[in-house]
């Protein structure tokens, strides 16, 4: 049983927070294409940024501001031109994009973090994103955050946010989130981005901590297509607008809230791999009897990464032997003979050994998760035991379809 409940709002939810998103004209699509997220007071800050050597200009910038400060205001973010690998030019750009918002709320910019999404190699259409700021500032309220969800988004084909809700000492602690991301997904950090919000009183240590054990768990479990990108991140602001005591340690009420914080990620997290461009199921691995937590996760992620199993699934082809070499060159050491896989509820390799089963019924199951509701009934669930340890993990991925080759081979022209 949780001790939380889903509430309307997104990253609008917490107390304290606005939002807004408008078509500033970034976009050749028309497309809503600039966002911004607004908490009232100042929030502790926390990030986790993409461990690629070719970077977009926005992560330097929001590592360096970072390591300057903890304590933030403003999250801003333009989509259709990524930013990345435009050296200094692109560089000076995100500056100046800080320093335009900062004006416009009369902060300091280095209260100000940043975000872009779209074209590697593109720079920032400045002369739109100067005209569309003031129309930003103007617009922020706080039932805009779907607003904001939508002016994130490139190829997904649906916005992703979420807010849920605890009592601590007898108050209400929110977190919200939302996240865009559809291709170019393979964390080693998030291959996406994700802003989250939260109205706790939390320490920036600790409040960093939890971040990134969230993210591992969500985020960094997460596959798509292999590649990751150049401009992820996962930005959590928390500004005390709860007015509960600090959680300056791990406890009980550190654990409510680390344990809400990873909920959202998880559920962002999912909704990014099952939007996967052409996807049309969600894949999730399941690994346990590892000698450790983490052997279990590169096994699941393992798994849900494979090219022959995605296309296994697409195909609607239960052929387990895919699943099985994956798991053998994950780099975890097991006995093949303890290995024992299943496809739902259909058992079809026990101990080592193959099984007889219904290669009708697990070809259905893997159609009917294809024809499945969004976030209800789409799901894959493969099983895996690799021994007896206490180890488990779990990794989420997507189907690979020929929809997502036309959608990458014309993604520039």
Same mark, same amino acid.
């Given at each position: ?301 393992? @798994?849900? +990464? *494979?090219?022959?199993? $995605?296309?296994?699934?697409? /195909?609607? #082809?239960?052929?387990?032997?895919? !699943? ?60 895996? @035991?690799? +021994? *007896?340890?206490?180890? $488990?993990?779990?990794?989420? /991925?997507? #189907?690979?379809?020929?929809?997502? !080759? ?8």
């Amino acid at each position: 049983m949780t001790d939380w409940q889903i509430v309307a709002g997104g990253v609008t939810a917490p107390k304290g927070y606005k939002a807004s998103g408008i078509v500033a004209g970034l976009k050749a699509s028309g497309a809503p294409d600039l966002a911004l997220i607004l908490s009232d007071t100042e929030a502790i800050a926390a990030g986790v940024f993409t461990t690629s050597q070719v970077r977009a200009a926005c992560v330097d910038y929001c590592r360096q501001v970072l390591q300057d400060q903890s304590s933030m205001r403003a999250i801003l973010c333009n989509a259709g031109q990524a930013n990345a690998g435009t050296g200094e030019l692109g560089w000076q750009d995100a500056l100046t994009s800080a320093e335009l918002l900062a004006q416009e709320l009369s902060i300091s910019p280095k209260e100000i973090l940043l975000a872009s999404t779209g074209v590697i190699g593109q720079r920032i259409k400045m002369d739109a994103l100067r005209e569309g700021i003031p129309k930003l500032v103007n617009e922020m309220a706080a039932d805009r955050g779907e607003d904001a969800a939508k002016a994130i988004i490139t190829t997904d084909l649906v916005t992703k946010e979420i807010a849920l809700e605890t009592m601590i000492e007898g108050r209400p602690v929110r977190i919200g989130g939302i996240a865009k991301g559809s291709g170019m997904i393979h964390p080693n950090m998030a291959t996406m981005l994700c802003f989250i919000t939260c109205d706790a009183v939390v320490s920036s240590n600790l409040w960093q901590e939890m971040l990134k054990r969230a993210v591992d768990s969500s985020f960094n479990q997460i596959t798509v297509d292999g590649d990751t990108s150049t401009n992820d991140c996962v930005i959590a602001l928390a500004n005390g607008q709860s007015r509960t005591s600090a959680i300056t340690s791990m406890g009980k009420n550190a654990e409510n809230l680390e344990a809400m914080l990873t909920e959202v990620c998880q559920y962002l997290a999912k909704a990014v791999a099952r939007d996967g461009e052409g996807a049309t199921c969600l894949i999730e691995v399941q690994v346990s009897g590892a000698l450790n937590n983490n052997d279990a996760s590169t096994v699941a992620r393992t @798994i849900a +990464g *494979s090219s022959l199993v $995605k296309s296994a699934v697409f /195909g609607r #082809d239960p052929n387990w032997g895919r !699943i099985g070499a994956a798991a053998g060159r994950a780099g975890v050491k097991f006995h093949q003979d303890e290995l024992s896989i299943k496809l739902g509820d259909i058992a079809l390799m026990d101990n080592g050994q193959p099984l007889e089963f219904d290669r009708n019924a697990a070809s259905n199951y893997l159609k009917q998760a294809a024809e499945g509701e969004y976030l209800e009934g789409d799901t894959v669930l493969i099983d895996v @035991i690799i +021994g *007896s340890g206490s180890g $488990k993990g779990t990794a989420w /991925g997507c #189907d690979l379809t020929y929809k997502y !080759i036309e959608i990458n081979a014309e993604y520039t022209t």
